[in-house]
């Protein structure tokens, strides 16, 4: 890319100088001799014998005026009555009016209308029947320019047609489509670095946007035959476009060498914000002074800093940095040539100016250094956009552990606390029985009868605890089933009948499996009560819903009296409350009733 | 009494309570011990060729698990009942037997009188059952009503149902004959109908799998 980026600058500059002088061909004459009367603020001045090209802004810097040429001149040798003559001037502006001996060729814009819209920038030529010449001729010129508008009249060519135009054709090509391939160019770039700017907002594309913008617009206006608005105005406003231009080409330079010394940055500053009074100075008096002070300030501004930089070099040169310096050298070249073509050297009017071209170059350079800054951050933002899948994943994988650590422990928990659920039923049951049985034996008095039903009653226990285990939660029909299943050969063994009534019950919505455990000991401690206590002959159980009620009775027709002093009725009284149940201990007279009302939300 | 008493094969493994159980038989007037085995190998050689009215038998054995045996036997000696030797009578393994064949279970903890009973009435027609393993079989047989099973709920008659119903409510045969008015014998059988239909409808429902997958496709008649 920067060998071609050079080839491209060694091409474009060819290009740049290849306009040379051409001698009039065989057969037209060249009419660059005329006497000048011109009248300048409405002070005629005096007539005097010049050479064209008349460049009006150097002998009237700064005024505006109009003038009248007169320009003798012999029959050209190649001339032949029946063939068409043509006139062809590079460059007249900015109104004018061509006559050849008296007779009007051509006018264009109004000679006494100062500034007007019609600016005269590209080359015309006149065809003219070849009878109107003579073997003494006489082309008088009215002319009107502009102050600061570039007015004037380029040498003037004149002959058979077809000798003519082909020299009419080439400044139209150098003078015209050039400036528009240009204007194309830099329209295209800001294009460019504008669709950039849409896609990652950096200041870069922004400013080489609004520069290019700007650039293809002033390189426009060198073709422009009218203006959009008065010269003024227009004037004004291409000369704050142009300061626009140079702060964004300043902030460029700062995003390829780094951030520019304070008092470098607060000059340039200074200066750009004094363009926009300039702007307005020109616009409403006309008075250019200030504008010209001001570019002369920022050219020399301009070339204290692209010499730095290119010095600067020396210490660190990157690509980008050699071929930015490298265009700005060009352009300060081709502006101190513009300058001093377009402001000082008469003989220079009509020349081209070479900055267009060096604005091709620059415009390919920040081209270059745009789309490599994008490609840069379009890879920083795909690596970015990597990491973050990863630690995306990193995260998902942190958080898959942490809940499988959590669930862990949850389960740990849950385990835990089945395990101290069961280690104190078996503590309160069959641990309690066990050791019972063991006394029993160990004190060698009680009979074996007595240790088998001790034993008995541990196993049985341990069946209701693993009958509990799997009892569907809040089903009590299934727990006092079950309850009674287990409890059947103690019962019958007591001598007692079972008098069973139980209803089909609806769901206990607080049957949790805690509170599913202390109703089943409830109960059972209830019934072993009446076995062992009673000394009844039957265990009526009853269970039915009430409203929104489950109503449980144990009831014996026993001695009644004794379940006060059982052990088991502070137990009981526990579970009770625990499973927020309302316990009734009663004389039933005969026996016991042990009444519980399990509660169910409304 | 003139019916020769019915043969009573034992598989237990545990010496004690193999002897407890074997008195237990030869104590009951109508009940014979043909063998006893410690172990499923010798046992299954034992069935071969003999035959016996009923087996009882433990489920963890030290060369196999019983239900092998029961699935085999419940196949090839239909008239053989099997009982299964249980600690807790636990419902899961209850039914898991009674799919495999079995007729019931018997407490490890019976007395031994109770062990000849249930037993006997085995062989009369009945079968063991606790609440919770009817719960839990109207909770099996309710559920399922699978696209294309046979259907569970016509194992059941209604009266089936109810009296499998009461059971889970913790009726005994005696007041469930009372409410029904039936005999008890009648609502004892019941329930061994019921385990003999849940066995046959676990062996159709497998069927029914099998042909589900294609296996069976190259049995049917005309393939």
Redesign the interface.
Known sequence: MPARGFALYGVLCLAACSEAAQAAPEGTIELDRATFEATVNDWPQPAREIHLPLHWDVVYRGRSGTARLTIPFPRPSANTVDEPHMLFIARIANAYSVELNGTVLATAGNLRAHGEAWSAKQPITISFPADLLHDQNELTILLRGDAGRRAGVAPIMLGPSRLVEPHYTSAYAFRVLVPWVATTFSALVSAFCGLLWLQQREKLYAWACIGEAVWALVVLDITMEWTPLRWHVWGALLFALRAVWVWALYVIIEQVFGTRPARERAAVQGLLWAAPFCALVLAFTGSSIPARLLRALLSVLSATISLRLTFGLRKQATTERVLLALGLMALLVAGVHDAIASQFVSSAFGELAWAKYVGMLLGLTIMWVVSKRFRLARAEALQLQESLAQRVQQKERELRESFERVSQLERARAVTAERERILRDMHDGVGANLATAMRQLEGGTAPAAEVAATL?ES?DH??LS??AM?L?SG?V??L??????RL?RRIAQAGLT?D?Q?D?LPHWERGTDQAMRHLQFLLLEAISNALQHAQASTLTLSARSEGPKIEISVRDDGCGGCVDASTGLQSMRERAQAIGAQLTVEDANPGTRVSLTLPMPA | MTDPPWSVVLLEDDRDTRRFFESCVRSHARLTLSASFAALTPARAWFENNTADVLLTDLALPDGHGLTLIRDLAQRQPACDILVVSV?????TVIACVEAGAVGYIHK?STPADVAQVIVDVRQGASPI???IA?KLLERLRRKPVARTPAPTGLLSPRESEVLEL??????YA?IARLQGVTMHTVQSHIKNLYGKLAVHSRSEAVFEATRMGLLDSMKPGN
Do not use: C, H, Q, T
């Not at chain 1, 006092?480 to 299943?485: D, I, Q």
């Not at chain 2, 059971?167 to 005994?172: D, E, F, N, S």
């Open positions: 008995r196993l341990l069946k693993i009958d799997n569907p089903d029909n299934a006092l089933a079950s309850l009674r299943y059947e079972v069973w139980v089909e | 807790f009578g636990d419902e899961d903890d606790s609440p919770m719960r059971i889970a409510r913790g009726y005994g007041e």
